[in-house]
């Protein structure tokens, strides 16, 4: 491949998945993220791989963990509704502490909704991808680089980990095109994959995947174990991104595309002598809840950006001991805020301090 | 407008891999051609992409006078991929009076099949059709891997490209070299096809630094801006 590409933020994921060692790819096709399939009913074949449109996305899911417990690199991707389709199976993974990466190009919900930009799975994402007591790691990019960047990193995430990674995009990232360099991807030295089930060959004790734990001490146990590795996780893994948040009297908390619309609104809210900045979560989960929160005791006032609802704003009051007012801008079901829409909320904002 | 464009027929077909900027182009080229005092239709037959497509750009075009002729569904929340009668009457308009200028853009890939149904309008030599690449596009950046989809395109839109249209760019970030290091492979691109290298497209802030190419076709990027 050339050493520029100018790339689909969809095909970006499918070019870093199989760049990262990917050879199973099992999903079923949904706007906005179909290009991920197709990309890989293309390459796979030439890399070696298998893609594999299933007959739904409940299929999909359990594809993915049988290939995850026989050591498999594997990826499936969706959108909205279709990962709500994928929960149960998302859990059952995460009860096998099974690797996997899940791509989800959030789309208008809820219900079948519609097929423009959201981010209304955030909830869904950090806080219950399935039943049980269970988390999965959350990236989320806010550009096609970083759609392949983070896409690499959650492969290696979740091998050292044994969990699944979510990649939390949505339907602008998706379809939108920027440059990609592949050369720049980051490399994590990742374990070997002792639990696998990929045959003893008659050499070594046999290995179980399983999620059912019938004893509820030996359950209960298993879930404890996991969440040590989650607090270690929140300790080690957090990404985040500061931009001139130094003298910032309002930090805007936003992520993924919103916050690169964001990034427009502060230029131009600086050019007019407001100082504001950006606080961008890049890990949803774990939440970089303290490095937000050592922002609350400089900053006056923090608003929370997202195209949905607010569903972020609670981890941001959470993270900043409401120290500070937090407040919410946004839009739902498919539509994006213009710069000059979140520059009048700054602007409104900035009028009351 | 360069020559090369206004010698090309009336009734412009323009394909291309997905995401090779065909819809870019096909804005470009009408108000180019609107600019020049045509009537122009624009027909956006992209039945594949929801996201970024001609109907974007309605609004603006038909403020220059430029029809716009939109899938029924196109900017809103369906993904039903269905055309609507206004597109067959707006070829047979065409065909009725070959002085207007109509321009299909057509989506990317298998988007061509499109074509098919109207393969009737379509007489050999009255027609255009381009193949809008872009060497920085993934999957196209081989030229077998680009001939390739050209006649995947010819085949399931039932219609034979007469040039070869040069879009290569990485977005907002190109350079005139970038530009300019496609020349050759789209020359060679050009040969393989039995095809004439119609035009090289690059965004008007190049203006001035790409003399040593021939045929460069500016255009103002047309592409909805999110951010």
């Known amino acids: 491949m050339a050493k520029k ?31 991920i399939s197709e990309y890989m009913a293309k390459r796979m074949p030439k890399v070696g791989g298998l893609c594999l449109q299933a007959e739904s996305e409940i299929s999909a899911i359990n594809m993915i963990m049988g290939a995850a417990a026989a050591g498999s690199r594997c990826l499936t991707s969706s959108s909205s509704p279709g990962i709500s389709l994928k929960s149960e199976g ?5 009860g096998c502490d099974l690797p996997c990466v899940i791509v989800n190009v959030q789309r208008g919900g809820p219900g079948l909704g519609g097929i423009q930009p959201s981010q209304q799975d955030y909830y869904q994402a950090t806080k219950a991808n399935g039943h049980g007591d269970e988390h999965v790691l959350v990236l989320a990019p806010s550009s096609v680089q970083e759609m392949a960047q983070l896409t690499s990193e959650a492969f290696d995430l979740a091998d050292i980990y044994r969990m699944p990674a979510m990649i939390l995009a949505d339907g602008a990232l998706g379809q939108m095109m920027e440059p990609v360099d592949f050369d720049v991807m980051s490399k994590r030295d990742v374990p070997e994959k002792t639990w696998a089930t990929n045959g003893t060959e008659g050499k070594r004790k046999k290995n179980i995947i399983n999620s059912l734990l019938i004893d509820p001490v030996e359950l209960e146990n298993s879930v404890i174990a996991r969440f040590k590795k989650y607090d270690e996780i929140a300790e080690k893994e957090v990404k985040y991104e500061e931009y001139k948040c130094d003298d910032a009297d309002i930090v805007i908390v936003a992520y993924g595309i919103t916050s690169r619309i964001c990034k427009t609104a502060i230029a131009a809210a600086r050019a007019k002598g407001i100082k504001v900045g950006l606080f961008r979560p890049i890990t949803l989960w774990p939440y970089p ?23 972020m704003v609670d981890d941001v009051k959470v993270a900043t001991e409401c120290k500070k007012p937090v407040s919410f801008f946004g839009r739902t079901g498919g539509m994006i805020p213009s710069p000059d829409e979140v520059l009048a909320e700054i602007e409104k904002l900035a009028a009351t301090l | 407008m360069i020559e090369a464009l206004k010698n090309l027929k009336n009734l412009i077909v323009v394909c291309g891999h997905f995401g090779a900027g065909k819809t870019n182009f096909a804005v470009n ?49 369906v993904d039903i991929p269905s055309l609507p009668p206004s597109v067959m009457g707006a070829i047979e308009a065409q065909v009725r009076e070959p002085e207007r200028v109509t321009i299909l853009d057509v989506g990317g890939d298998n988007g061509a099949v499109a074509l098919g149904m109207y393969n009737r309008f379509f007489k050999d030599g009255e027609y255009d059709l381009l193949y809008v690449v872009n060497k920085y596009r993934p999957l196209t950046e081989d030229i077998p891997d680009a001939e390739f989809i050209l006649r995947e395109i010819e085949w399931s839109g039932r219609l034979r490209a007469t040039g070869i249209i040069n879009n290569s760019n990485l977005g907002e970030v190109t350079t005139a070299a970038d530009i300019i290091d496609t020349d050759s492979w789209c020359r060679e ?7 004439p290298l119609v035009s090289t497209c690059a965004i008007d802030t190049l203006g001035g630094q790409l003399d ?16």
């Open chain 1, 289 to 311: 809840k303290k490095q937000l929160g050592a922002l609350a005791d400089k900053a006056k006032h923090f608003l929370v950006c997202e195209l949905n609802m607010g569903q």
């Open chain 2, 189 to 195: 691109l050009a040969e393989k096809c039995s095809l």
């Open chain 2, 29 to 77: 080229l009408a108000k180019a051609k609107a600019a020049e005092g045509k009537n122009v239709t624009l027909i956006d037959l992209d039945i594949v992409n929801p996201y970024f497509r001609a109907a974007d750009n309605t609004a603006e075009l038909e403020a220059i006078g430029v029809k716009c002729v939109n899938p029924d569904f196109a900017n809103t929340n």
């Open chain 1, 5 to 35: 590409v100018l790339m689909k933020g969809n095909e970006a994921i499918a070019e870093a998945a199989i760049k990262s060692g990917c050879l199973h790819f099992f999903g079923y096709p949904i706007t906005p993220q179909t290009e």
């Open chain 1, 90 to 94: 998302i859990s059952y993974i995460v």
């Open chain 2, 212 to 227: 040593a190419v021939p045929d460069v076709f500016y255009i103002k990027n047309a592409t909805k801006q999110i951010f």
